[in-house]
């Protein structure tokens, strides 16, 4: 597994963020059963910049807290059969899944960390995890696939110990 993470933002981070989103990252793919080494990349910006990139690529004019772009479209969430005939969706060097990219607003997290009353690690954890479910083809577009989305964020988390502290 491959997790790329590059830091484009001024916010102290205050905990070893590589370490632990690479375990979130696995805890997805284990518990989505994904049968191969995977790739993501996750860059972390402020809301200034993730505003911008809302506001281009889903016609949004405001920050939002964190934004999926993933590489392969799953007819149903985490359907990795549909990948066998289709090679473009492996690092051809790797041989990896190119799940896509995530990006996490640092300032936006913070923010919403203060809200809920939990820390900045249990944030962006919960938006990387959030973020994952995406590339894998999960949404939240009716109340059932949030609430799918929901407890399988949870679970990860949970199985890693990240609480709401």
């Known amino acids: ?36 080494e995977a790739e993501v990349d996750i860059t972390f910006v402020d809301n200034k910049v993730i505003h911008s990139l809302n506001n281009e690529y889903r016609g949004i004019d405001r920050a939002t807290d964190v934004l999926s772009f993933p590489m392969v479209q799953y007819p149903t969430p985490s359907d990795f059969s549909i990948l066998e005939e289709d090679n473009d969706s492996f690092n051809p060097e790797t041989g990896e899944l190119l799940l896509g990219d995530i990006v996490i607003s640092v300032e936006k997290a913070a923010e919403q960390a203060a809200e809920y009353g939990h820390s900045i690690k249990r ?4 938006l990387t995890a959030h973020s994952m479910l995406h590339l894998l083809g999960y949404d939240h577009m009716t109340p059932e696939e949030a609430q799918i989305m929901e407890e399988r964020q949870e679970k990860a988390l949970a199985g890693l110990g990240i609480t709401r502290e």
Not at 123 to 126: L, S, V
């Open 123 to 126: 944030e962006i954890c919960f």
């Open 1 to 36: 597994m491959t997790v790329t993470i590059v830091n484009e933002q001024t916010r102290e981070i205050p905990f070893n963020y590589e370490a632990v989103l690479k375990s979130v990252v696995n805890e997805i793919l284990d518990m989505e059963k994904c049968p191969y």
